[in-house]
């Protein structure tokens, strides 16, 4: 659904923005996308995953941000 970012670039988009873009895109078919299902799937698909800070279980993704900020705003609330 997003286009990888490059190799060199350093993930921008948090685990947590992202797990609720994803509930608000499979809604009403799901309600509920845990933050670990998010950071196993990016796992799984091989993108990059950054933890900035090591203080907290949200990551950084390695997707575009501006294509999830465009999906976010297609489907989040308001």
Known sequence: MFTPISGTATPEVNSYSLKHTAEWFLSPHSSNV?????????????????????????????????EHDYVRRMVGPG
Not at 35 to 44: E, K, Q
Request: glycine fraction near 16%; charged fraction near 20%; hydrophobic fraction near 50%.
């Open 34 to 66: 845990s933050n670990g299902r998010v950071i196993w799937a990016a796992a799984v698909l091989g993108l990059r995953i950054a933890d900035p800070d090591g203080a907290g279980p949200n990551l950084l993704i390695g997707v575009s941000e501006r």
